[in-house]
């Protein structure tokens, strides 16, 4: 399939990428749609249950995901398991990646961010061993536990609601002094004992040997020191976008996030940036969709002019 030329491709396996190809499909343009290796879902592959998606009953991230990209397949878009490295070309684009190359008139970039991780001693020698960053992946391992979580914002806060059904105690580790989240996660977290809540404080280090057994956190204002005993941390602490394919000539804001325009292009004509990528993102499933929708159907008219 390498070298075979398309009116839009679409970049990124994530519900925007999927929301993408999908109303690019819709609206008559060829698609090709590069997901790397081939698996869906990106950030809530793994979320069991989506907050403030409009279903008629509850769904988890992988069912969404698989029922977009089954969808995306009735609609005739080519389905092409590789990452991209490289955008090239003004009028055609060429797309570049480990498998092969393809031609493009329109790209749209629907790469997504990555949790995150903790610069601190421990959380990189203990990462699996008890630090965590998927709630409902390991969160059955710590029934009757006491966990901890670092983060203030929707993800941390959803995925420690998810902990609370299994653990004895959720301490939240968060710099800031109130959260930056739902106002719905912060009045269950509020209303429930289980939960405990160390504000303007981070985890300084990651204390155990074959598994974790403790972090040490610290007040930002005060510089006092705690030791809070734990057998999992749960790391939430920001994202960091994937924009290596888009070289150092697209514009991005101060975090690293691709800056577009009204119309989610970037400086590159032809070339749009959507979803977790973007600067100035919404950070909901919703508002992934709603720049899908809208970028496809700018460039699948492009296509047709
Ligand atoms: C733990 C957690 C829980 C959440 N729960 C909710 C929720 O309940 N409700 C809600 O509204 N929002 C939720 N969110 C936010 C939501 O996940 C994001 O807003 C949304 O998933 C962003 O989608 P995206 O497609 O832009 O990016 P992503 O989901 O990051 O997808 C990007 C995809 O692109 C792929 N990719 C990266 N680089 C390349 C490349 N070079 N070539 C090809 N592919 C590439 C990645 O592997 C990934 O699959 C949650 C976030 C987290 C972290």
New binding site residues.
Partial sequence: MTGTSFDIAV?????????AAHHAALAGASVAH????G?????????G?????PSAGPIG?ADLAAGLFSRNEELGVTLVP????RIEGRAVKTLS?PDGTWQARQVI???????RTLDVPGAERLAGRGVS????CDGGLYRDAEVVVAGGG???L??AIHLGQYARAVTIVTRGEMFRARQHYVSRIADDERFRLRWASEIVEVLGESGVEAVRVRDREAGAEEVIACSGLFV?VG?AP?V??LGSHVARDAAGFVVTDASFETALPGVFA?????AG????????VA??TSAAEIAAERCRE
């Fill in positions: 970049i990124g396996g994530g519900i925007a990428g999927l929301t590069f997901v790397e290796l698996m869906t879902g990106g950030l809530v592959l793994n979320v249950a989506l907050d403030g998606w991230g590789s990452a991209i490295d990646g970039v629907a790469t997504g961010a990555q949790l960053q998927c709630a409902w929707d993800a941390a959803s995925e939430f994202l994937n290596g394919l959507i979803g977790a990528v973007r993102y919404g950070g909901r499933l919703t508002h992934a720049e899908a």
